[in-house]
């Protein structure tokens, strides 16, 4: 294992699930996400992954919300790497991808579907098929977001089809109630399909809920990178909600340290995955 390799962390910051309900702390207005948004940076955070909220909380995919929000985070966090999400809680159908013109450098792409708590989330392929091209088509690097072994195999083949480019990145999702639970044996398996089927891929885990930590924890040991957040898990302990982004990306540093691997400045991040900064 490489543990001289920067660690990227990635902050998800708001998702769409989450309200000021369960953690007020949660950031939902523009404002507040700009400024959880830099004290993550601050405590190392390199990634920030994005919805928007409406004025009511909810989620939404309206590109003005977007625009704002990038603004302000290109503003307050320079060099950060601005991630947007296309899940699909946010929208639907094409609406998912109705905001990747604003120009976030990379995004969340879905590549297959797999059950969610309460619902199927639905990835049919012609919709990947079309968020993966308008990615191409706009410079927007993909992450893809694996809930499922197969998941990875559909990464390979797009990539051997190129529709996906450059340094793949491929985000392992852990801890989704009725999706893939958080599995030490599956996740090696992941990290060595990963090696064997798209070489010179990077790669990085997110777990859900109280399962961020021990996946944050597999990510450092292993050599990957990371991501942390509200939008994946509101509590530093089973007691303590989190009282912010920052908090719980010290977490992640600070199995960093523990490991022996560097924290990736921005700087680093956007070299390790070969993004140049957007203007
Ligand atoms: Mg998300």
Known sequence: MNQSKPCIICVAITGSVPTKDNNP????????????????????????????????????????????????????????????????????????????????????????????????????PDLVDWLARQMLELDVRPEIEAF??????????????????????????????????????VFEYYVKTVDRLLPGAEWCG???????????????????????????NIRVSKEKLAVSNAELVEIATELCFQYGRPVASWQQAREILKIPLKT
């Open 25 to 124: 702390n949660i950031p939902v207005s523009i404002m507040e996400q700009i400024e959880s948004t830099q004290e993550a940076f601050e405590a190392g955070a390199s990634i920030v992954h994005c919805h928007v909220r409406d004025e009511g909380g909810r989620p939404t995919s309206d590109p003005d919300r977007f625009f704002q929000l990038k603004d302000g985070i290109r503003k307050y966090c320079p060099g950060m790497i601005i991630q947007f999400s296309t899940g699909g809680r946010s929208g639907s159908g094409k609406e998912r991808g109705g905001m990747l013109h604003i120009g976030p450098e990379m995004a969340s792409l879905s590549v297959g579907s797999n059950n969610f708590p309460s619902r199927v989330y639905e990835n049919p």
């Open 148 to 185: 499922d072994l197969s998941h990875i195999h559909q990464a390979a083949a797009m990539f051997q089809e190129g529709l996906i480019r450059h340094v793949p990145y491929i985000q392992f999702v852990m801890g989704v109630k009725n999706a893939m639970p958080a599995d030490r044996d």
């Open 206 to 232: 997110a777990g859900i809920g109280r399962f961020q930590r021990v996946v944050n924890e597999w990510c450092v040991e292993l050599g990957g990178h990371t991501r942390t957040g509200m939008e994946d």
